[in-house]
């Protein structure tokens, strides 16, 4: 297998869904190849930074409520804001929040 089929498989050999031979020959190319190595540690941290915080509430005014808002506004055509918009007011605060000089 080469390396682009093997990331294709990183995922399923860190929830343990890949069959006993299939598993191995991902374990030893991951073993020898930096590459392999390399992006399966990154999915291991990616995957481990979403569990720690997948409780976080996402309060309005907080980057992660801005996060939510930005990506909601992204996907969904129901959204009030543009992600432009949510943006903006995230950095410098809504409109009515800015103080003039």
């Known amino acids: 297998m080469n390396c682009d089929q093997i990331e294709e498989l990183l995922s399923d050999l860190l929830d343990d869904?890949?069959?006993?031979g299939a598993r191995a020959g991902v374990e030893a190319h991951?073993?020898?190849c930096e590459r392999?190595?390399?992006?399966?540690?990154?999915?291991?941290?990616?995957v481990r930074f979403v569990r720690?915080?997948?409780?976080?509430t996402l309060e309005p005014g907080t980057p992660?409520?801005?996060?939510y808002a930005?990506?909601?506004?992204?996907?969904d055509?129901?959204?009030t804001e543009t992600p432009e918009e949510i943006l903006i007011n995230g950095a410098?605060?809504?409109?009515?929040?800015?103080?003039?000089p």
Not at 70 to 75: E, H, N
Request: hydrophobic share 40%; glycine share 6%; net charge positive.
């Open 17 to 20: 869904e890949l069959p006993d």
């Open 30 to 32: 991951v073993a020898a």
């Open 36 to 46: 392999c190595t390399a992006a399966y540690r990154a999915l291991v941290r990616t």
């Open 52 to 56: 720690s915080n997948a409780n976080v």
């Open 64 to 67: 992660g409520g801005q996060y």
């Open 70 to 75: 930005f990506t909601r506004a992204m996907m």
């Open 77 to 79: 055509e129901a959204s």
């Open 92 to 100: 410098w605060g809504s409109p009515s929040q800015r103080s003039s």
